[in-house]
């Protein structure tokens, strides 16, 4: 009896194994199964994230290329800004130094006017002196012609009282 609970009991631990195998196997199969979804899931997730990444980075890089362009026309426009200020500077000092040149010239012309007239002033002055001068002169003239007349006279008389002195 012995040998017949002896294998009684070891039909029964082998009926227990097995179906604590078979289990097991399930639980295997089960948690294979489970394990093959999460990494179909996974993969499925890291193929979403993949793409979103690519998507992003394709947007930052057109992002980046757009503000590329951008600082480059703006550097070109603080360039062209920059040139033009100069340019407008050069204008700027030309001007002022042809503004300082006609204010010079026109203080000049205003001055050589001035001189002008004060020159017209003094001659005008001459000419009325020279008239007067000339009225004088055909006075003095005339006077020296009388006096002139005089001393011939006189001379005369001079000759003559000179005759009469000698001849007495």
Do not use: F, P
Request: glycine fraction near 6%.
């Amino acid at each position: 009896m012995k040998t017949t609970a002896i294998a009684l009991a070891a039909g029964i631990a082998l009926g227990g194994s097995s179906a604590w195998w078979v289990q097991s196997l399930r639980a295997d199969a089960a948690l294979a199964k489970i394990t093959e979804q999460q990494s179909k899931q996974a993969l499925a997730q890291s193929q979403k994230a993949l793409q979103a990444t690519e998507i992003k980075a394709a947007g930052r890089l057109q992002h980046a290329t757009a503000q590329q362009d951008n600082t480059h026309a703006y550097t070109q426009t603080i360039q062209a800004l920059e040139a033009g200020r100069t340019a407008d500077a050069a204008r700027i000092a030309s001007l002022q130094h042809n503004l300082r040149t006609t204010a010079t010239q026109r203080a000049q012309a205003a001055s050589d006017a001035a001189a002008c007239r004060h020159l017209a002033d003094q001659h005008q002055q001459l000419a009325a002196h020279a008239a007067q001068g000339a009225g004088v002169v055909g006075e003095l003239v005339h006077l020296v012609q009388q006096r002139d007349t005089q001393v011939n006279a006189l001379m005369g008389q001079v000759q003559l009282d000179r005759q009469w002195l000698a001849t007495d």
